[in-house]
C-alpha cells in the first residue's frame, strides 16, 4: 500500500510538533509528511523575542528549538520560504507558491493540519506600513526591528512609541527600555494590561512610571507621520503626538485564518478556527488545526476563546500528531494563564476578570491583599498585591490576578491548578503548599487571598 500523504501548513510550535509526532508513530513507509513555512525559520519561540532583542537573549538562533535540516533528517520534507494560497478541501490539495523562484504547484494530502498561527493588529491607519514601524510576531519581525534599530543614529535622542500596553507592549517597551530608548507606551485602555481588571492594571502602571517608561492611557492612535525619507518621526492619537525613531506594535495579534475562512472552515466568534477535542476541525475527518489560529474552549467561562501561546500550540501539535499517527490525545480547554514581566515587576492571571463573569452570567465576590513573596524578614522579600475573584454563595474559584516584584507570578500556578480542579475557596485554604523563608511567607499569599475571599463569599450570603 501507499504511504499516506500528511500535508501541514505552518513551520513552527503547533505545526512541526503534529509532524514530529506523528513520525515518532509513523514511519515514512506508512506516512508521507510534506511541511511548508512561509518565512525563514522553524520550531522557535516567539515568546522569547522581546528578550532577544532587549539583549537577556544573546543570539536569534537561541530560540530556535530545531532547524530545518533537523526535521528534515527525521524524514520529514519540510519546505522553507513556501507559501500555501489556496486550499481546495474537496479536491483534498493545497496551492504553494515558491517565495524564491515564484514557482506555484499543487499538492495533494490525505490528512491535513493547519497551523497558520496569528498576526500582529495593524490598524488600517494612515503610516502604519512606514519604515520604523514594526509588529513582533516572528522572528523575521524580530529581526527587522533589530536592523532599524541598528540603522538609527547612536547620538542624540533615541525615543521609542510603543502601541499597545498587554503582554507585547509591555515586554517590548522594557526592551527598548534596556536599549538606551526614551519609552512611551500608547494605550487606549483605562490602565495597562487590559487582562487585568483596572484596580490591579493601576499597580502596572504605577510601577511602569518608577522605571521611567511614560505609559499614556486614553491614547487611541489616529495615524503615523514620517519625514521626507519615509521613516516614522511622530504617532499622532487624540491624547496628543508623541515623537518616535521606531514604533513597536503591541496591540496584540488575531488568528490567521484567512485561507481556512477562503475554504470554507468554521470560525469561532473571535476568528480562531473550530475544532473538537481531538483538534480536529469540526465537520472535516481528515483536517486538524492546532496553535494560535483556533479557539479553545475556557474551562472556566464555558466559551470559547482565542489564547496566542506558544504552551497551548505545542500541546495541540502532540494531541494532533498522536491522532494522525495512531494514538489517541485530547486537549480539554484552558482556564487562562499567563504571566509577563517588565523589569523585576512580574503580571499574572488567571480564570476570569470582572468583566469576563459579568459577561457570563455570574454572580461574584472579590478581595484584595498586599503580602510579600519571601518571610517579610528574609533578605529580598518584596511586595506583592493578589486579587482574588470567587462565585457568590457556592464560592468557587473563578479568577486570580497578581502583580508584584521578582519572585510573585508564579503564585498563579497554585491558581491555575485549583481552577482546572473546580476549587472553591475554601478547599484552597486547606492547600499543603511548600514553605520556607526564601520562597514564602508561613501563609502563601494565594491562600491569604483564598482566606479573605471565603469571608467576602459567607459575608455577602449573610
Not at 31 to 41: D, M, P, W
Not at 281 to 303: F, T
Request: net charge negative; proline share 4%.
Amino acid at each position: 500500500m501507499a504511504a499516506e500523504r500528511l500535508v501541514v501548513i505552518g513551520g513552527d510550535a503547533a505545526g512541526m510538533s503534529a509532524a514530529s509526532q506523528a513520525r515518532r508513530l509513523k514511519g515514512p513507509d506508512a506516512l508521507e509528511i510534506v511541511a511548508f513555512e512561509r518565512g525563514h525559520f522553524t520550531s522557535y519561540s516567539a515568546c522569547g523575542i522581546p528578550y532577544w532583542v532587549g539583549g537577556d537573549v544573546e543570539a536569534r538562533d537561541d530560540l530556535i528549538a530545531r532547524t530545518p535540516e533537523e526535521h528534515r533528517e527525521r524524514d520529514i520534507d519540510l519546505r522553507m520560504r513556501t507559501e500555501v494560497t489556496e486550499l481546495d478541501v474537496a479536491g483534498q490539495r493545497v496551492k504553494a507558491l515558491d517565495r524564491e523562484s515564484g514557482k506555484t504547484y499543487w499538492t495533494g494530502f490525505d490528512k491535513l493540519v493547519i497551523a497558520t498561527g496569528a498576526r500582529p493588529v495593524r490598524p488600517a491607519l494612515p503610516g502604519m506600513d512606514a519604515a520604523g514601524v514594526h509588529g513582533v510576531q516572528t522572528l523575521d519581525d524580530g529581526q527587522a526591528l533589530l536592523d532599524s534599530l541598528d540603522a538609527l543614529r547612536s547620538e542624540g535622542p533615541r525615543r521609542a512609541v510603543v502601541v499597545g500596553a498587554g503582554y507585547i507592549g509591555v515586554e517590548m517597551a522594557e526592551a527598548m527600555l534596556k536599549r538606551g530608548f526614551e519609552v512611551t507606551v500608547l494605550n487606549r485602555g483605562e490602565q495597562p494590561m487590559a487582562t487585568l481588571d483596572a484596580d490591579m492594571g493601576r499597580l502596572v502602571h504605577e510601577a511602569l512610571d518608577g522605571l521611567g517608561i511614560t505609559t499614556v492611557n486614553g491614547a487611541a492612535v489616529t495615524k503615523i507621520l514620517t519625514g521626507p525619507d519615509g521613516r516614522v518621526t511622530e504617532v499622532a492619537t487624540d491624547a496628543g503626538t508623541y515623537p518616535a525613531d521606531v514604533v513597536v506594535l503591541g496591540i496584540g495579534v488575531e488568528p490567521e485564518t484567512g485561507l481556512a475562512r477562503a475554504a470554507g472552515l468554521p470560525v469561532g466568534p473571535h476568528g480562531g478556527l473550530l475544532t473538537d477535542l481531538a483538534m480536529r476541525v469540526v465537520g472535516h475527518d481528515n483536517i486538524w488545526a492546532g496553535g494560535d489560529c483556533v479557539e479553545v474552549l475556557d474551562l472556566v467561562a464555558g466559551r470559547t476563546r482565542h489564547v496566542a501561546l506558544g504552551t497551548h500550540a505545542n500541546k495541540h501539535g502532540q494531541v494532533i500528531g498522536s491522532n494522525i499517527g495512531g494514538g489517541y490525545g485530547t486537549f480539554p480547554g484552558v482556564v487562562g494563564t499567563a504571566v509577563s514581566k517588565v523589569c523585576d515587576l512580574e503580571i499574572a492571571r488567571t480564570g476570569l476578570r470582572e468583566k469576563d463573569a459579568r459577561a457570563v452570567g455570574l454572580r461574584y465576590v472579590t478581595a484584595t491583599i498586599e503580602s510579600t513573596q519571601r518571610a517579610g524578614y528574609y533578605p529580598g522579600a518584596k511586595p506583592m498585591t493578589v486579587k482574588m475573584i470567587a462565585e457568590l454563595r457556592t464560592g468557587r474559584l473563578l479568577g486570580v490576578q497578581i502583580v508584584g516584584r521578582e519572585g510573585s507570578a508564579k503564585g498563579v500556578d497554585v491558581a491555575a491548578v485549583a481552577l482546572t480542579a473546580g476549587m472553591t475557596v475554601e478547599q484552597m485554604t486547606a492547600l499543603d503548599l511548600g514553605y520556607a523563608p526564601p520562597f514564602s511567607p508561613v501563609w502563601d499569599p494565594v491562600l491569604v487571598a483564598a482566606r479573605k475571599t471565603v469571608a467576602a463569599v459567607r459575608g455577602a450570603g449573610s
